[in-house]
């Protein structure tokens, strides 16, 4: 079973960042996918940021390119956000599983079996 608990969220004005993290426990050795989604209460949930724990490029969301970087060491996975908006303001989520997903699905919340409670971002303009 697996366990994964966010921490790092907060309340900043745009333009500032935020470092989030999330640390995964129990069996994490047979993950192939770590990534972060986000929901606001008018939106569902949308993936912001995916990486492969085998390796390769990450994926973004095209809204946060630029601005968010995805990274992981050992058991602690990171989402470093520059620059934010008041539009990147919402729930922010990690997510993992084990079954390495192809491209297309990467940011499709459907394909992930574990998640954590997730932690509050508020951007105000």
């Known amino acids: 079973q697996l366990h994964l608990k966010e921490s790092g969220g907060g309340s900043v004005q745009a333009g500032g960042s935020l470092s989030l993290s999330c640390v995964l426990s129990?069996?994490?050795?047979?993950?192939?996918?770590m990534a972060w989604f986000r929901q606001d209460p008018e939106n569902e949930r949308e993936g912001v940021a995916h990486?492969?724990?085998?390796?390769?490029s990450p994926a973004y969301a095209d809204s946060v390119k630029g601005r968010f970087t995805i990274s992981r060491l050992k058991n602690v996975l990171y989402l470093q956000m520059l620059d934010l908006e008041p539009e990147d303001t919402g729930m922010y989520y990690c997510?993992?599983?084990?079954?390495?997903?192809?491209?297309?699905?990467?940011?499709?919340?459907?394909?992930?079996?574990?998640w954590g409670q997730g932690t509050q971002v508020t951007v105000s303009s």
């Open positions: 990486m492969y724990t085998i390796g390769g």
């Open positions: 997510a993992a599983d084990p079954k390495c997903l192809p491209f297309s699905k990467r940011l499709d919340q459907s394909a992930y079996h574990s």
């Open positions: 129990g069996d994490t050795d047979s993950l192939c996918n």
